[in-house]
């Protein structure tokens, strides 16, 4: 390589280079001999793209592109023909670095894992590689025991996530191997007893039962000592009416509780036997003092548990133990790995998609709807319409959170359509902005801003010349005029948010995309990676093993926008006229809803 840089340098200097020979691990084996390239590009239009290679012209090039062709080649081992590859190889003087990481063009039904792999070689100054490796993703059962009541067990989470794990590293040496952690579905409630047995199904986060005893907190607790004690008050999905609800229903249960977890949680105990949670996922209980950092005996007092039963509080990139053993061994690695907090889904989503620091936001576009506002401050709206939690980067975030988005969609297309061509059914709507429809996405009722578990779905505006795109477009922008709900509360605090990134199932489609730009009109990023809480998870375990010293180094380093879309301001203009209209729906409709059973 050495005796033709000076020639190869010589003529990328008058043009750049792209190979497609139809063979994508070819076309990078040939286009070494080109490049060498000095802040050029090279891409591959079938399933390898190299981005952004800079070389130095001394003899460790060798090495650097040797190590870029052999990962090149042990990731093609994990892909397949519908997944692509993207290379970024970046190099200073004393520094190599080389990304490489893989884009999955399948849906994944429920949470997913991300599994980072890191190599070094000292000789190479640092040199390392990152790279989303492989992507699992298993099912398991929800039940539905009542109208409203929404329960998974435990030990399926478990079960399901060992043989995800044994998948997932079952193609790589697993001595690399270094951490594990979550991001997991939040507020859920999980009760073991003495013997750390599940005492009954989880209860989750969108289960309605607990309004009698949210109506409790919030009306004779208080409102006001509620927001003292955890900065929020009390939503039925929240973890603490749920444990108010078990008091008075199921006394003999109750009284059996040893310990008390959130699902997340249940899995690092399983895994490392710590009895943990994190901040951020903890925020979600209402049982924390959030500003403080710290469980509120307030609370604890007035859902008659001790602090003895609830996990010790760790930061969601802390080291909270290690590998079982027993563990270990089935899983084939090492009792040395470390286990890592993790964090609730939403904030883990944050940490994937960069959104850490000050004054950041994410909207997710999954089961459920979430706008995210990272901040370095504490802060409180006056209303408690967002919820005040702590972040997974050791900061703070504000959040409004809709019960139903993406699940809006799926069942407009899955139940009442009964299609499963999402994109086709949406290559009609091209009138946006236009649209005399409207839809409520109150599915399952409303948590932010209008904490309504009453409230429900509705079309209206409906004419017998409407169509089925218009019924369809009608879903699509009633999420997104849900989430500006949100939005407007953070506005109206002083918050100046201009762009956002954007994740989750619903994030795939470009038409969705168009229109929450516009309906928000801000700025949307679209980022690289599209896995959300299984890549946030993997990056905190990253930095609890110590190859980055913060969230935000991680985040900065591991989290590329590959698109804009930005909004027209024909557009804002009519989606602001229309959000007027569609803001004045609820209230009306608010009384009528409370005399539904």
């Known amino acids: ?25 070819i076309d990078v084996l040939i286009s070494e001999k080109l490049k060498l390239i000095h802040e050029q590009h090279i891409s591959c239009k079938m399933n390898v793209k190299l981005e952004n290679i800079h070389f130095i012209r001394n003899i460790e090039l060798c090495s650097l592109l040797g190590n870029l062709l052999d990962n090149c080649i042990e990731a093609a081992q994990c892909c397949d023909k519908n997944k692509s590859i993207t290379f970024c190889c970046n190099t200073t003087q004393n520094h190599f670095c080389i990304h490489a990481s893989n884009t999955y063009n399948k849906k994944l039904k429920h949470k997913n894992g991300s599994f980072i792999t890191t190599k070094k070689d000292p000789s190479m100054h ?43 590293i079952s193609e790589c040496d697993k001595s690399q191997v270094s951490g594990i952690s979550f991001g997991g579905q939040m ?47 009390a939503f039925a999905g929240f973890t603490a009416p749920k444990i108010l609800w078990m008091r008075e229903n199921e006394p003999d249960n109750f009284n059996k509780i040893k310990k008390i977890m959130l699902p ?129 980067d050791g900061y703070y975030h504000l959040m409004g959170c809709m019960l139903s ?11 009442i359509l009964k299609t499963k061509e999402y994109s086709k059914e949406q290559e009609g709507i091209t009138k946006l902005g236009e649209n005399h429809v409207f839809y409520l996405p109150y599915l399952m009722g409303e948590r932010s801003p209008h904490n309504d578990p009453k409230a429900r779905a509705t079309f209206i505006g409906m004419s017998m010349d409407t169509t089925r795109e218009e019924m369809t477009q009608a879903v699509l922008e ?33 038409l969705w995309k168009k229109i929450i730009a516009n309906v928000m009109n801000l700025k949307v990023d679209v980022i690289e990676s599209e896995e ?62 409370q005399k539904f059973d």
């Not at 969609?409 to 139940?415: C, V, Y």
């Not at 407007?488 to 994740?503: D, N």
């Not at 990056?539 to 909004?567: H, N, R, W």
Request: with cysteine; glycine share 10%.
């Open 1 to 25: 390589y050495t005796q033709h840089i000076d020639s190869l340098l010589n003529d990328l200097s008058k043009s750049s280079y792209a190979v497609h020979t139809g063979n994508p691990f």
């Open 126 to 168: 640092g040199f390392g590689i990152i790279s989303i490796k492989k992507i699992v993703s298993k099912e398991y059962d929800l039940y539905f025991p009542h109208p409203g009541w929404s329960e998974q067990k435990p030990e399926d989470w478990y079960t399901q996530s060992m043989e995800g794990i044994k998948e997932l």
């Open 264 to 392: 997340k949680d249940y899995l690092a105990y399983k895994l490392s036997g710590t009895f943990c949670t994190d901040y951020s996922d903890a925020s979600g209980m209402l049982l924390l003092d959030v500003k403080n950092k710290c469980w509120s005996k307030q609370m604890l007092e007035i859902c008659g548990v001790s602090e003895e039963q609830l996990p010790k509080l760790f930061e969601s990139y802390e080291v909270v133990g290690t590998l079982k053993e027993d563990i270990a061994n089935e899983l084939g690695l090492s009792k040395e790995v470390k286990i890592i907090a993790g964090a609730g889904d939403n904030a883990a989503a944050a940490v994937g998609t960069g959104t850490v620091g000050d004054g950041m936001c994410n909207i997710s576009l999954g089961t459920s709807g979430t706008i995210f506002i990272s901040s370095k401050t504490f802060g409180v709206d006056s209303n408690n319409a967002l919820h005040s939690f702590d972040h997974a």
């Open 478 to 510: 009633g999420v997104a005029f849900g989430l500006r709900d949100s939005l407007e509360v953070a506005r109206s605090l002083g918050i100046k948010i201009e762009r956002t990134k954007i994740c989750g199932g619903g994030a795939k489609s470009p």
């Open 405 to 415: 988005a993406a699940s809006c969609n799926k069942w407009w297309m899955d139940e």
């Open 532 to 593: 959300g809480p299984g890549y946030g998870g993997a990056m905190l375990a990253a930095v609890g093993c110590g190859e980055y010293e913060s969230v935000q180094e991680a985040a900065d380093k591991l989290v590329k926008v590959v698109d804009t879309v930005e909004p027209d301001e024909e557009l804002v203009t009519k989606y602001e006229a229309k959000y007027q209209q569609f803001r004045k729906i609820y209230p009306a409709l608010k009384d009528v809803f």
């Open 187 to 233: 507020h859920g409630l999980v009760v073991l007893d003495e013997n750390d047995n599940v005492i009954r199904p989880a209860i989750l986060w969108n289960d309605g039962r607990t309004q009698k005893q949210t109506d409790y907190l919030n009306n004779e607790i208080g409102k006001d000592k509620l927001s003292e004690y955890t900065a929020n008050i």
